[in-house]
Structure formats: structure tokens, C-alpha cells
């Protein structure tokens, strides 16, 4: 996951809502949002190759959110997959503080990471290429991309802020969120003038493509859309789209978790939408 913009307590309806963008390479194959067969208390995309995932909530309501850091030249070529540091929370029982610092003993093995684990009542944010890991969050909206938390790229400033004024808007008679709304925010495709890149080493080019919301590409971009939505009331909701190498959706999701009686409520999934 490249973009993901993250609404904690700013609403007393919607505790948490989650809005992510996942970029990969097409040709790695990924099995979109759904419960694990081998631990059906994870709802989750998983990634064929690694194994681990890098969005995924559990019915206990515990929720795990990954971004790799973006890094050319610095590499551990036989480092563990990062996707199993979201697995191993969203399966723990411990506290997120508690896991939050025992991940200070093995971070280091990893190649560069953001990491947001916790619940409606407590978020944390832990990484290995940040002077401020691990810190507890207070509410408030953040943006996180390939760099450090809330990190002023612009296409996170962008989506950050087009996602808080939604949410700000919503009222007594429109009180919950429009994940189609939040899909579309997630959907712009336009980069920033060249002035306004990061400089992040990868070269102008490849910037330009990587500066937009949604990545489109013939072998990398965004791989699908998600959003994750926590009601005070325990339900919480997630959406998906998936796309193809043209950013044509070729399916979408939908599950509906009660985490006060840890189970899927509702399981609806339809492929080759439009």
C-alpha cells in the first residue's frame, strides 16, 4: 500500500475510517478483501508471494495498516516480509502499546516500514525509519504514504484534506460517510507540477508517475481501493475495488464485521464491475 488516509475520533458516529490506495506491480498476484481460510478471524487482502497483507482488520475489531518506505539504494535482500508484522498483530491478543514496543527488538531486520496497529480506542504508530516510533496517536486525520506519518507529499496533503472535508460535512440528516465518495477522493489521477514532486531518488520521471493518487502504469500502479469504516456501535464496514493495468475496476467487495459478537455479518462479492 502506497496512500492511505486515516480519520481517528474526529467523529463520535465513525470512530475510525480508513481510506487506502495499495500500489504494486501487476504482475504480483494478491487475493482481494476477505476472510483467510487458515485464520477466518482476519478480513484482509493477502499477497500470494509474501504471504502477510498490508490492510486488514480482525473480529476482535483489532486493525493493522502497512506502507513500505520508499528508499532506492538502501535494501536487505533477504529481509522478512513486511506483510507479516500486520498478520502477527491482527492475530496477537496483547495490547497494541504493548505490541507496539515489543516490535522495537526486531525492527531493525526489516526493510523500511510504516506501521499503524490498535482499535477505535487506540491507534500507534510504529516504524523503523522514524525518530518518533512508536508513539500513541490523538485523534485527528493523517495521511501516510512511502515516508514517515503525515509526511507533506501532495497527493497526501490532497487526499487528506478532501477526506476531512467530507467527513466534516456529514450531518444529522447525512450522518455516515459515502465509501463511493471516499473511492472517488482516492481515484485522481493527477500528478503535481514537477516543482511540487518529493525528491525521493527514484528519478523525475518515475516521480511524475508515483505523484498522483492513483498509479496508473503498464506493470505498476494501484491495485485496488479500500475503505474500512468502524461505527461506535462495534459494525464495522469494508469496501473494495479492484483494477487492472488500464485502472479498469475488474471486481469490488463488500463485508460487514459485528465486533462485539466476532462475526461476519454480511458477506457480498461481485466481480467484473464497472
Not at 154 to 176: C, E, F, G, Q, Y
Not at 177 to 188: A, C, K, R, S
Request: with cysteine; aromatic share 8%.
Amino acid at each position: 500500500m502506497c496512500l492511505a488516509v486515516i480519520a481517528y475520533r474526529i467523529s463520535e458516529k465513525w470512530p475510525l475510517v480508513i481510506v487506502t490506495n495499495r500500489d504494486e506491480f501487476h504482475a504480483r498476484d494478491a487475493i482481494p478483501v476477505g476472510p483467510w481460510t487458515d485464520h477466518p478471524s482476519i478480513i484482509a487482502g493477502r499477497d500470494v508471494t509474501g504471504g502477510g497483507t498490508w490492510l486488514g482488520l480482525s473480529t476482535k475489531g483489532r486493525i493493522a495498516l502497512l506502507t513500505n518506505v520508499r528508499e532506492p539504494g538502501r535494501h536487505i535482500p533477504d529481509a522478512p516480509t513486511r506483510g507479516q508484522l500486520t498478520e502477527r498483530f491482527l492475530l496477537a491478543d496483547e495490547a497494541p502499546a504493548d505490541h507496539a514496543l515489543s516490535l522495537q527488538t526486531v525492527i531493525d531486520r526489516y526493510n523500511g516500514f510504516n506501521l499503524l496497529i490498535g482499535h477505535v480506542n487506540e491507534l500507534w504508530y510504529v516504524s523503523n525509519r522514524s525518530s518518533r516510533s512508536p508513539h500513541k496517536l490523538d485523534p485527528g486525520i493523517y495521511g501516510l504514504s512511502n515516508a514517515e506519518l503525515q509526511t507533506p507529499w501532495p497527493k497526501l496533503i490532497k487526499t487528506r484534506d478532501a477526506v476531512a472535508t467530507h467527513l466534516k460535512s456529514l450531518s444529522s440528516t447525512n450522518p455516515d460517510p459515502d465509501h463511493q465518495f471516499l473511492f472517488d477522493i482516492m481515484n485522481d489521477r493527477q500528478a503535481p507540477p514537477d516543482d511540487q514532486l518529493p525528491l525521493t531518488g527514484v528519478g523525475i520521471e518515475r516521480e511524475r508517475m508515483l505523484g498522483s493518487p492513483f498509479i496508473k502504469s503498464e506493470t505498476y500502479g494501484t491495485r485496488c481501493t479500500t475503505a474500512v469504516m468502524f461505527r461506535q456501535d462495534g459494525t464495522a464496514w469494508v469496501f473494495e475495488r479492484t483494477f487492472d493495468p488500464d485502472g479498469q475496476v475488474i471486481g469490488s467487495a463488500e463485508w460487514c464485521v459485528d465486533t462485539q459478537t466476532e462475526r461476519i455479518e454480511l458477506p457480498s462479492v461481485n466481480t467484473n464491475q464497472s
